[in-house]
């Protein structure tokens, strides 16, 4: 079975960084691209980042202004998340989801396989 292990949230003050973490199993990475989704309070899950097997990355929304780093090590199976220069308006549950499409797209229904999530709190 496919399964997706999010880690790494908390609570942060604005400017600050967090490192979110993606275990995967129970696939073989080279066929999966894989995300990371963020869920505010009350809205819908929106793109942050992606990364191919092959190491293509996109980045989403705001996340593309520099402050995020998506990276993976297919050796150990993980995806990760660097946050940093962290806002109020990134505060929710980050998921990360793959996609056997192999290919990264910022609409969450192309996902079908979905991690529990982390909460990220920045206040400010």
């Known amino acids: 079975d496919v399964q997706l292990q999010a880690s790494g949230g908390g609570l942060v003050q604005a400017g600050g960084s967090l490192r979110l973490s993606c275990g995967a199993s129970?696939?073989?990475?080279?066929?999966?691209?894989i995300a990371w989704f963020r869920q505010a309070p009350g809205k819908d899950r929106k793109g942050v980042a992606c990364i191919t097997s092959g190491g293509g990355r996109a980045l989403w929304g705001d996340s593309g202004e520099g402050r995020f780093v998506i990276s993976s090590d297919n050796a150990k199976n993980t995806v990760s998340l660097q946050m940093t220069s962290l806002r109020s308006e990134d505060t929710g549950v980050y998921y990360c989801?793959?996609?056997?499409?192999?290919?990264?797209?910022?609409?969450?229904?192309?996902?079908?396989?979905w991690g529990q999530g982390t909460l990220v709190t920045v206040s400010s």
């Open positions: 129970g696939f073989t990475r080279a066929d999966y691209a």
């Open positions: 989801a793959a996609t056997d499409s192999r290919l990264c797209h910022p609409d969450h229904s192309r996902y079908g396989y």
